[in-house]
């Protein structure tokens, strides 16, 4: 089972891609939280994107592919994959279905979770106090939330096309969330 959670940056995805691990053994694979664990460990690669990220804007389809790659080759004979803040143009799900595709497999069902813009910036300056995430300010989740409407928003008709997305409330509890994540699932 490999499975997309698609939605704009502080929808939850996160938190419900590590619950299936949890619930389901599925491998999470966050090109935000590699590309974060690039920077922490001051590699030449953490460093080139060091001020993209805290800027809001996406880096390139070349590096996060690659990431992808490797994680799925390091990853081989998993249950299933979460894929998490990937893919986020089109290039890059062509990327995915193409890397996928050579490794026997596919994208089985892309959950979309659908949240409101205005509560997410609430969410997000709630989650700047708390962490202090950089690319969580203001201004740069304005970018991000940009970012996501201009190149990440055309992956709904792309995989509407494919009829894999399933569409859950993300407003809702985090376990509310997880149930119909789960129902979504399992009713494939
Ligand atoms: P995230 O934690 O998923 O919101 O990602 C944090 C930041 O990492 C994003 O704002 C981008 O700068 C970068 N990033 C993560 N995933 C991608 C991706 N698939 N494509 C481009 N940039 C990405």
Redesign the pocket.
């Known amino acids: 089972m490999n499975l997309i959670l698609f939605g704009p ?2 929808a939850g ?2 938190t419900q891609a590590k619950r299936l691990t949890a619930e389901r053994g599925y491998v999470q694979l ?7 664990a690039a920077r922490k460990s001051g590699s030449e690669l953490g460093n080139k ?1 060091a001020a ?2 805290d ?7 070349e ?2 592919i690659e990431l ?1 790659e490797d994680a799925l080759a390091q990853n081989k004979g998993a249950p299933g994959f979460i894929f ?6 089109v290039a ?1 799900a062509e990327a995915l279905d193409a890397m996928l595709a050579k490794h026997g497999q596919q994208i089985d069902c892309v959950i979309r979770l659908e949240v409101d813009p205005q509560q997410l910036m609430n969410r997000i300056a709630k989650r700047f106090a708390e962490e202090g995430r950089a ?1 969580d300010n203001p201004d ?1 989740y304005k ?2 939330l940009d ?1 996501y409407f201009a190149q990440t928003a055309p992956l709904v008709p792309y995989y509407e096309q494919q009829r894999k997305i399933r569409s859950v409330d993300g407003m809702a509890d985090v376990e509310t969330v997880a149930r119909a994540i789960a129902a979504a699932i399992d009713a494939r």
């Open positions: 940056p502080a995805k996160g966050s090109t935000g939280d590699m590309l974060r994107v993209i990220m800027g809001g804007s996406l880096v390139s389809d590096i996060v992808i998490d803040g990937f893919p986020r143009t890059q690319d740069a970018v991000r970012a």
